[in-house]
């Protein structure tokens, strides 16, 4: 089992960027995917990129490659999302997930870990 705790987002205007960063207890960490997804007002829950357990395998979602870069240091149990160029769209409460499974997904029902969430607000 892996508790995962968001931190790093806040306001900030178009343009701009922000680091948020998703710290995992336990000696298990690097043996976890870790998935960021978001959730804006009144929409599902959707996935925005994930990285692999050694962090050589990523996938990001159309609307945010190029601007949004996922790492992680498993030696700090911690996954980081770099966010440039943030746009207003790109408001929503972002979470980190871990799945525990041998496969990689990008599906949202496959992680068996949350975070509680950070919220991220563009200002345009």
């Known amino acids: 089992q892996v508790q995962l705790v968001e931190s790093g987002g806040g306001l900030v205007q178009a343009g701009g960027s922000l680091r948020l960063s998703c710290a995992g207890s336990?000696?298990?960490?690097?043996?976890?995917?870790i998935g960021w997804f978001r959730q804006a007002p009144g929409k599902e829950r959707e996935f925005v990129t994930a990285?692999?357990?050694?962090?050589?395998?990523?996938d990001y979602v159309d609307s945010v490659k190029g601007r949004f870069t996922i790492s992680r240091d498993n030696a700090k149990n911690t996954v980081y999302l770099q966010m440039n160029s943030l746009k207003p769209e790109d408001t929503a409460v972002y979470y980190c997930?871990?799945?525990?499974?041998?496969?990689?997904?990008?599906?949202?029902?496959?992680?068996?870990?949350w975070g509680q969430g950070t919220q991220v607000t563009v200002s345009s």
């Open positions: 997930a871990a799945r525990s499974g041998a496969l990689w997904t990008i599906a949202r029902k496959e992680y068996d870990y």
């Open positions: 336990g000696r298990t960490f690097s043996s976890y995917y």
């Open positions: 990285i692999s357990r050694g962090g050589g395998v990523t």
